[in-house]
C-alpha cells in the first residue's frame, strides 16, 4: 500500500478498537480532530455486546457527512480486515467488524491492524511525515508495529506483518496470549506487567520499567538488523505513560543491541499524538483509501 497524499477535503470516521478502550472520532482530511468519544472497551464474552458498545459510541458523533469509515484494531485479522480475532479481545473471533459497520453507517469501511494504521498516521500527520522508511509501534494492552519500507506500508502473506509483539526475548519465558511462551508482549504489555508486578503498570517501579526498556530495545535492535531502518516511533498507554526517560532508555539499549556496520543509530521516539496517535491513523487509513481510489478515478 502506497501512502503518499492525495485527498484535499474527505472527512472520515476514525475507531481505534484496543483491549483497554474504544475511541471514535470525526476527522479532517488535514488531521483535525472535529469531535471524539470513548468507553472502557466491555470484558465480556459477548461478541454482540462489545459491538453494540461501538455502535453507541458512534453515535454519539455526528457521522452525517463523512466519505468513508477507518478502523485500526489489535489483531490478529484475515487480510482485508474483513474477520477480526483481536488476542486482547476474546468475544472477537472472526468476528465480521468490516461488514457490519459497513452496513450500518452506508459508507466504504477499511480495517486494519492498529499499529499497521499508526504507521499510516504518523507519515501522513505525524513524526514520520517525508520519512520512506520507519516503524510506528502500540506498546498498551497489546504490543504491535507498522513498518513502513520504500515509502509502502509491509503487509506480509496474510495482512499481518508487524507482530514485534510475539518475537520471543526470553526463551522459554513467561507465557503470552498468543500460545508462545517468552514473547515481548508476555513482558511489557499493560496487562502483563500487572500481572508480573501484582500492580498496574503505571505503578511500575524503576527497576521493571528498565527492565521493559531493555526487553523493548532488544527487539528494537533486532527488528532494525533485519529490515534496515534506524527510526521508531512509540504510542500506546506503556510506551507514553513510562514517559521520556523510557523512550531514552530503550533507545540506549537498542543501540547497544544493534552491531551491523549499515545500520545508522537507532532512533527511539514518541508518535506526534501521544494517545491519539492511533485514532488519527486510523483516519489517514480511510483517507489513504480514498486516495487509491480517487488515483484509479
Known amino acids: 500500500m502506497s501512502i503518499a497524499k492525495v485527498t484535499k ?7 481505534d478498537i484496543g483491549g483497554t478502550k474504544l475511541e471514535v472520532g470525526i476527522v479532517s482530511a488535514g488531521g483535525a480532530i472535529v469531535s471524539s468519544a470513548r468507553i472502557p472497551t466491555p470484558i465480556t464474552e459477548d461478541a454482540e455486546v462489545v459491538y453494540g458498545a461501538l455502535t453507541d459510541l458512534i453515535s454519539k458523533v455526528d457521522y452525517s457527512a463523512v466519505s468513508a469509515v477507518g478502523v485500526g484494531s489489535g489483531g490478529p485479522m484475515t487480510n482485508g480486515g474483513d474477520l477480526l480475532s483481536p488476542l486482547n479481545i ?16 452506508g459508507r466504504p469501511t477499511y480495517v486494519d491492524n492498529d499499529a ?3 504507521a499510516v498516521g504518523e507519515r501522513r500527520f505525524g513524526a514520520a511525515e517525508g520519512l520512506n522508511n520507519f516503524v510506528a509501534m502500540v506498546v498498551s494492552t497489546g504490543v504491535g508495529s ?5 515509502g509502502s506500508l ?12 510475539h518475537m520471543q526475548v526470553v526463551p522459554g519465558g513467561r507465557l503470552c496470549a498468543c500460545g508462545g511462551s517468552g514473547c515481548l508482549e508476555a513482558y511489557v504489555s499493560g496487562p502483563s506487567i500487572e500481572r508480573i508486578t501484582g500492580k498496574p503498570a503505571a505503578a511500575a517501579s524503576v527497576e521493571v520499567r528498565d527492565q521493559c526498556a531493555r526487553y523493548l530495545g532488544r527487539a528494537i535492535a533486532n527488528v532494525a538488523s533485519l529490515l534496515d531502518v534506524s527510526d521508531f516511533y512509540l504510542a500506546g498507554s ?13 533507545e540506549l539499549y537498542a543501540n547497544e543491541a544493534a552491531y551491523i556496520s549499515f545500520l545508522q543509530r537507532i532512533s527511539v521516539g514518541p508518535t506526534q499524538h501521544g494517545t491519539r496517535s492511533s485514532l488519527m491513523g486510523a483516519a489517514a487509513y480511510a483517507l489513504a483509501e480514498l486516495d487509491l481510489a480517487e488515483n484509479d478515478l
Not at 477535503?9 to 475507531?15: D, E, F, K, R
Not at 507498522?146 to 520504500?150: C, P
Open 146 to 150: 507498522g513498518i513502513v519500507l520504500d
Open 154 to 165: 509491509l503487509n506480509g502473506g496474510s495482512g499481518n506483518a508487524g507482530h514485534i509483539g
Open 90 to 105: 476474546p468475544a472477537w473471533r472472526d468476528f465480521p467488524l468490516k461488514l457490519k459497520l459497513a452496513e450500518l453507517l
Open 238 to 250: 506503556v510506551a507514553i505513560g513510562f514517559g521520556p526517560g523510557f523512550m531514552q532508555a530503550t
Open 116 to 118: 499497521k494504521v499508526l
Open 9 to 15: 477535503s474527505a472527512t472520515v470516521l476514525a475507531v
